[in-house]
């Protein structure tokens, strides 16, 4: 199977791991049972230098893309997701499931 085969960007890659690492949290997310989509309005903001997901860290530097109108609307136009920017995403099953190969770059263990 082809790495990313949708040709998504560095920043769109980054953005997508992040909202699908938030899409396992009943704090950050909903999901529908019926589609299989989770829907995102809750996106934590950084504090310094870093924010968490759960018990993750993330670096802002890595987060840049969930402020970033056109990443949303380029995610929107793949398939990965539905957005209404700034307020809320909704990720599809598709965007749930592609494999950024950014989850252990970008996802660090928190011991704080």
Do not use: C
């Amino acid at each position: 199977m082809k790495r990313n085969p949708l040709k998504l960007n560095p920043l769109q890659l980054r953005t997508l791991t992040l909202l699908q690492e938030m899409a396992k949290y009943p704090n950050l997310s909903t999901r529908n049972e019926e589609t299989g989509e989770v829907f995102l309005s809750n996106i934590p903001q950084p504090h310094g230098d870093h924010f968490h997901v759960g018990r993750r860290v993330v670096m802002a530097k890595d987060a840049t893309g969930l402020n970033n109108q056109a990443v949303w609307v380029a995610l929107e136009r793949k398939g990965m997701a539905k957005a209404t920017f700034p307020y809320a995403i909704t990720l599809t099953v598709a965007g749930l499931t592609y494999d950024t190969g950014l989850s252990d770059v970008i996802l660090h263990g928190a011991d704080h």
